[in-house]
């Protein structure tokens, strides 16, 4: 009976990551299918289109940096309905007939939401499920590779069915971020305050202490201290810096892939519908990845060898684009086993290197920050290349490949990462 009491608490908090890992993708994967429809309406060139393409990863750079002092302050719940409830806004604004502002508005509160979203998701995994991280972490972005591969898939498809064109394609999926902003709404009203003990804890949890109970304005000025104290020293790790800089060069990939791939195909002589159905196989092929990457992580005794593999996949698949476009399925494929590979895997390293939930929350931000500045950089310059030839996209989806391996083989290496008191190699 305890098992199964045990087993039961943990439906609702897997339902709740599941709901938003559905919402973490659609308005940033439906847009590549539709981009040479959009620019035709509004206008906008190569430039812009890269600019576009760039702006909500840039924002998640930016944005992922501040999300611990909101977490700490409204608590998990709170931020991630706050979270889902600007992603329903801006989805809809982003497609809303009217001035242009609508869709640059709309893309940078898309890119905000989505930043709060990838931020506390792993914080949430490893609160809730401290001992199954790997595992619960692979379901998690299986789910929101599937999600964004019909997304990319429907793009077209959504767009040439309806009158409004691509601003529909892009604006229909705010009927599931407003499901997710319901059960969070939900969840959020029911959770107890941060500063009354609430759901995000400072240290490892169900730690008793045997000093006698501080005043709680003592307690709230040592989290404090702590908070700061170990959000700086997380910036001085070599270990964070490993995997964040891991987290830029993989999601690189996958968003170059998303934004230019059908670009790419198209300049092949592929046909909108199929590129944009090929993205869907390259998000299959990523669930694949996603699934295959715990018993990769166990290869070796450390993850170097499941880190540095997704480099290699990829970086294979960008030259075969380049060399035999005549088989494109394949090499799509191979680019999506590749980054569903990686993102696990950084991910684990993310919530595993940590090793308290403190740790954890303040390397999650590092590397989103860090991780998505570097992949809003890779996607401007795809942009920028693209204008000059839609194949050179494939040269910068290599130099990323080359990236991941190399860091790969550092951020893989066995250590235990406290933001208090440093790095423990050796330690699982």
């Not at 919402?23 to 299918?33: D, Q, W």
């Not at 840039?58 to 991630?80: C, Y």
């Amino acid at each position: 009976m305890p098992e199964q009491r045990r087993r039961a608490g943990m439906v609702l908090p897997l339902l709740g990551i599941l709901l938003v890992a559905i919402n973490l993708r659609p308005a940033i994967t439906s847009v590549g299918p539709v981009l040479p429809l959009l620019g035709d309406d509004l206008a906008l060139d190569a430039s812009a289109l890269g600019l576009l393409g760039a702006l909500p990863v840039a924002v998640f750079g930016i944005v992922a940096v501040v999300v611990a002092p909101l977490v700490q302050r409204f608590g998990v719940e709170r931020t991630t309905a706050g979270a889902l409830a600007l992603l329903t806004v801006a989805t809809v604004l982003r497609s809303w007939p009217g001035p242009s502002a609508n869709l640059w508005i709309g893309t940078v509160l898309i890119g905000a939401a989505i930043a709060v979203g990838n931020v506390v998701v792993p914080v949430i995994v490893k609160t809730s499920f401290p001992r199954s991280t790997a595992l619960v972490t692979a379901v998690y972005v299986a789910v929101l590779g599937i999600f964004a591969g019909l997304a990319a898939a429907l793009a077209v498809p959504l767009a040439e069915g309806s009158r409004l064109s691509w601003r529909f394609s892009l604006g229909v999926w705010a009927i599931l971020t407003f499901a997710g902003l319901c059960f969070w709404t939900a969840r959020a009203l029911r959770a107890r305050s941060p500063g009354a003990g609430g759901v995000l804890p400072v240290g490892a949890a169900g730690t008793a202490s045997a000093e006698r109970p501080a005043h709680p304005a003592q307690k709230e000025q040592r989290a404090q201290k702590a908070q700061k104290a170990g959000g700086a020293g997380v910036w001085r790790r070599a270990t964070a810096w490993q995997i964040s800089v891991y987290m830029g060069v993989q999601s690189s990939v996958f968003y170059v892939a998303l934004t230019w791939l059908p670009t790419v195909e198209q300049e092949l002589g592929v046909d909108p519908v199929a590129a944009g159905w090929h993205m869907f196989i390259l998000q299959v092929a990523g669930v694949v990845g996603n699934l295959a990457a715990p018993a990769l992580m166990r290869i070796g005794g450390d993850q170097r060898v499941a880190a540095v593999l997704p480099g290699i996949l990829y970086g294979t698949a960008a030259i075969g684009l380049l060399l035999a476009p005549g088989i494109v399925v394949p090499w799509v494929a191979l680019t999506g086993l590749g980054t569903g590979v990686a993102f696990v895997v950084a991910l684990t390293l993310i919530a595993g290197r940590a090793s308290d939930i403190a740790t954890a929350k303040h390397v999650s931000a590092m590397a989103q920050g860090v991780g998505y500045g570097v992949s809003a950089l890779a996607l401007f310059i795809a942009g920028l290349v693209q204008a000059w030839d839609p194949l050179a996209v494939l040269g910068v989806i290599a130099i990323a490949s080359a990236g991941v391996v190399l860091t790969g083989a550092y951020a893989g290496r066995r250590s235990l990462l406290s933001a208090t008191t440093g790095i423990h190699p050796g330690s699982n």
